[in-house]
């Protein structure tokens, strides 16, 4: 029981990880549409920032209700990836150390 507690918590763990990823990439290639480096009509651009938009959006939409642009530049992903490695940091260790404690694993 104490090895699918551990599988579930890596799966958390590796899934916060991914979505970090795809916001610094979702962030990086704003900046590379914004200035002109990449454009739209290239279709693995235009694919790729819809991907990662339909990732990215939900979570970073309600926030950015709240904050505003500073000067044009979006804060919000990396308020989101504070609050990721937050949770990853403090939140999952003590979790998971309590779901094995439940179940008389340590």
């Given at each position: 029981m104490a090895a699918i507690i551990d599988f579930i918590f890596f799966l958390i763990n590796a899934l916060l990880n991914l979505f970090v990823i795809a916001l610094i990439v979702s962030a990086v290639l704003s900046w590379l549409l914004a200035f002109d480096v990449v454009n739209?009509?290239?279709?693995f651009v235009a694919?790729?920032?819809?991907?990662?938009d339909r990732i990215t959006g939900p979570v970073l939409a309600p926030l950015r209700r709240i904050i505003p642009s500073l000067g044009g530049i979006?804060?919000?992903?990396?308020?989101?990836i504070i609050v990721i490695?937050?949770?990853q940091t403090i939140l999952l260790p003590?979790?998971?150390a309590a779901m094995l404690n439940l179940i008389g694993g340590y």
């Open positions: 739209y009509r290239n279709r694919g790729l920032a819809n991907a990662l979006d804060i919000t992903p990396i308020i989101i490695r937050g949770i003590a979790s998971h």
